[in-house]
């Protein structure tokens, strides 16, 4: 036979060798099933390698070709060789280690156990080698060695990845023995049938579920697919476990419909979760992959808590009647490409640190992002939050995150909102058009479980050290102070600007909103736009380090005029009025309310005069030089009242009662002695 020839052949042959290998492979599964093998006894897992063999003038080099998975048992061919084959398949772990019980087991294989001849396929000039071999999750790399040298073959083994086939299911069931499953029909529950627990329940590590497209229906608020196990892998499923989707309701019964609790290192994929409280519940777990999943009309698309490491990827999560995503307490996550529209809310993180939210959309929804109590050192990367009717981002009280490169517009209400938070960084972001402010510091009130995000109560926000580097402009700049920005160190503040003349001088203002009814300037040298502004403080300023004076404080007041010289003023005088409610509600005497301003070290009281009152409020005037930050405050009821009108500090204190205690006390016993006298 010519070399053309054997070359024909040598192909022919290699052809034939695949051909009967696979039928003799199909034979030997079909004869396992109708054996009476249990439906769900997972035999065990082989791979079939097929690797290239070439004869060069510097030896044999050997080369990675394919391999094909084997569900079924095939330790009778993994153990046929030839014990004086030259070939042996090595297989090692990811630390170098060879991997006894596999080289030892069926490591070794003889290709002439499919060619017929081990001489004449030597004779070839090239060949393919069959080797079966079991599969293991720690094999790293696999080499063939040759009379006693070795070549790596440079197999990629992350995409080596051996399923075990179970055989197919078509009804809820426990998946409790590691394998891979097929659903081979729909599963629909309807009123006659009842699930008291998941529909699907996988208890063994490594199952891998393929619904192929079929539905999982039931109106039960159970688990479509529940899992505490890791390698847990779903995916091609259509899932609706619910009713009453619309409305979340705390510690309502939902339906979800992937539920994984600890189940490490699983994964979700191309899924469609509709209609239940949650479309994926991830609990305690750590390495799960989402991936390509459709999440639309649950109570909560995603819910993920306690947990970290997961990877959220190309998702989209529309029209949940609360949350989009919602992580609690969840560490180190990664969200990439996901849209998140039309949801009551977009996406919160709550207490939720070191997370990566990059090249995501969620626009149209409630708001669309909020980072809030402790959500500390994010990466938003890239976001787009647009056309969402309560804000675009809002921060409260967390710290140290970064945005860059992101877009908050169109958006009712603020772009960007920043609460009791410190150290973020805003850079190469927009926040344009938004209807209130594009960017805003505001403070909120945790009442009755609603924030309230005008600047009425609760405590100062600090808002320090956040920073806004490299902002993009909108069409009309930003951000710009007075417009754009709105602090809330003030509770309310009002302006007022005149042109003085010489003598007295008043300024009116709306005591309502900034205690101050009025201050009167009286000045010897006439000025023009005098401008005089009385900021009411939600709280002692930081940089005051003095302590509140009096028994409490009433209001903190920021008094600052612009254009008034200081040289040309002969006297200042306060009008203001403090309530009668929070007087009475706080036990202070109306006699001893002062004005107090701050001289940088100290709390001074200035001469107060109580001038009037109402059935609603005392009204007062107080005197002063110059205009800087003040206090109101008074003392506490002690006994009798001095007159209305009387210089503040002229009540009856306790050392007044005191001596006129003993000095009744001296009568007493004078009068006692001159009794006793006059008996004698």
Known sequence: MNKKNRTRVKKDVSSVIATVLIIFIAINKFSSIVSGAEAFNPPSCYIMLEIAEEKTTNGIRFSFINFTNLYGDYSDLALLHDEKAPYLIKLYDSSGQEIEKYSSYSGRFDYSFYDGSQESLIEYDSGTLYAIIPYSQGI?????????????????????????????????????????????????????????????????????????????????????????????????????????????????????????????????????????????????????????????????????????????????????????????????????????????????????????????????NGYGMWLQLGSNENMLINVTSDNNSQGGLRLFQSSGNRITGSEFNSNDYEGIAISRSSGNVIENTRACFNTREDLKYWRSIYTFGYYDFSCYESSLNSGGGNRFMAATNCSDGWPVPGRDYFDCTFAARQTVTKNVVVGGNSFDFNGSRVVVDGIGVEVNM???????????????????????????????????????????????????????????????????????????????????????????????????????????SGDRMTGAQTGAGAAPGFAVTSLTMAICAAVLLVLGMLLQMRRKDMEW
């Open 526 to 632: 006439s000025m023009k736009n005098v401008t005089i502004t009385v900021g009411k403080l939600w709280e002692k300023p930081s940089y005051v380090i003095a302590d509140s004076p009096g028994a409490g404080a009433y209001a903190y007041l920021n008094i600052t005029a612009v254009n008034l010289t200081v040289g040309y003023v002969v006297n200042v005088t306060i009008n203001f009025s403090v309530s009668r409610l929070w007087l009475d509600g706080n036990g202070l005497d109306k006699n001893t309310i002062t004005l107090y301003r701050y001289d940088n070290v100290t709390w001074m009281p200035l001469p107060t005069y109580l001038t009037g009152e109402d059935s609603d409020y005392v009204h007062y005037t107080a005197v002063t030089n110059h205009l800087t930050d003040f206090a109101i």
């Open 140 to 364: 790293s790399s696999i080499k063939i060695s040759y009379n006693g040298v070795e070549t790596d073959l440079g197999i990629d083994s992350s995409k080596i990845m051996c399923e075990k086939a179970t055989g197919d299911i078509d009804d809820c069931t426990n998946l409790n023995v590691s394998g891979a499953y097929n659903l081979s029909d729909d599963i629909i529950i309807n009123s006659s049938r009842k699930l008291s627990g998941p529909c699907i329940n996988v208890s063994a590590e490594d199952v891998t579920l393929d619904c192929r497209g079929h539905l999982i229906k039931s109106d039960d608020n159970v688990a479509g697919v529940y899992s505490n196990q890791p390698g847990t892998t779903v995916k091609n499923c259509r899932i609706d476990m619910g009713e009453n989707y619309e409305i979340w309701v705390p510690n309502g019964r939902y339906g979800k419909g992937i539920e994984l609790s600890g189940a490490n290192n699983s994964v979700i994929l191309n899924n469609t979760l509709n209609g239940q409280g949650y479309g994926l519940y991830i609990y305690s777990a750590s390495g799960v992959r989402a991936e390509g999943n459709s999440f639309d009309s649950n109570a909560e698309g995603i819910y993920m808590k306690s947990s970290s490491g997961n990877a959220l990827i190309n998702n989209r999560v529309n029209s949940s009647g609360s949350f989009g995503v919602l992580l609690i307490n969840s560490m180190n996550n990664t969200l990439i490409r996901m849209t998140v529209k039309t949801n009551g809310q977009g996406i919160t993180l709550d207490a939720s640190s070191g997370n990566i939210l990059s090249d995501v959309v969620t626009n149209s």
